[in-house]
């Protein structure tokens, strides 16, 4: 899950020219924008989500991010696709930020669980080598998948599918036991 979350940042890297383009843009802070939107959505992310799931577990607010991430990416596809105006992507691309939760959170269910099993170190170095494969593979991944069929939505949704499976991932194989100790 971790990798597919990732994924969907990192397969954007090689289309950012693409997208350039799309909008019509140059130099300066209207391209810095494409770069700097998700970030600023995910400034404010980082302060509501470990909170969230302080009290209503790690699982589920895992799961909400990812989706709302997919969702958002969809949005994302979609104004690329019908050719919306750039300010329209850029809130779109904030508000997807806004759900960039799951990864802050799963370093805390990787906590919970390393701790009392011991093996938290194994299980930051899993999580670390996944977001590094996500490194490698992603920008390959976008740009064959643009290469392949010259179109920014398809690689956008592609990342939205990826968001989707890494939430059902996490709906269906993390496990939180304890949490109804939790108060």
């Known amino acids: 899950a971790a990798f597919l979350n990732l994924l969907g940042f990192t397969m954007a890297i090689p289309i950012n020219t693409a997208l350039k ?8 802070s209207s391209l810095g924008s494409l770069s700097s939107a998700y970030p600023l959505g995910m400034f404010g992310a980082l302060f509501l989500w470990p ?25 994302q596809a979609y104004a690329v696709h019908r050719n919306w105006p750039l300010t329209a992507f850029l809130t779109c691309r904030v508000l997807t930020g806004c759900c960039a939760g799951a990864g802050t959170v799963a370093k805390a269910y990787l906590a919970d669980i390393g701790a009392a099993s011991g093996r938290l170190p194994q299980y930051m170095a899993w ?23 010259n179109s920014l939505a398809t690689v ?8 989707l499976a890494a939430a059902a991932l996490v709906a269906r194989f993390v496990t939180e036991a304890g949490w109804s100790d939790r108060g």
């Open 51 to 75: 909170r969230l799931s302080d009290r209503v577990g790690r699982k589920p607010v895992i799961s909400l991010s990812l989706l709302g991430s997919a969702i958002g990416l969809a949005a």
């Open 156 to 163: 956008i949704g592609v990342m939205a599918f990826g968001s």
């Open 21 to 28: 383009g799309h909008f019509g843009l140059s130099m300066g």
């Open 127 to 149: 999580r670390d080598a996944a977001n590094t494969l996500a490194f490698i593979a992603g920008p390959i991944l976008g740009g064959y998948v643009y290469a392949a069929t």
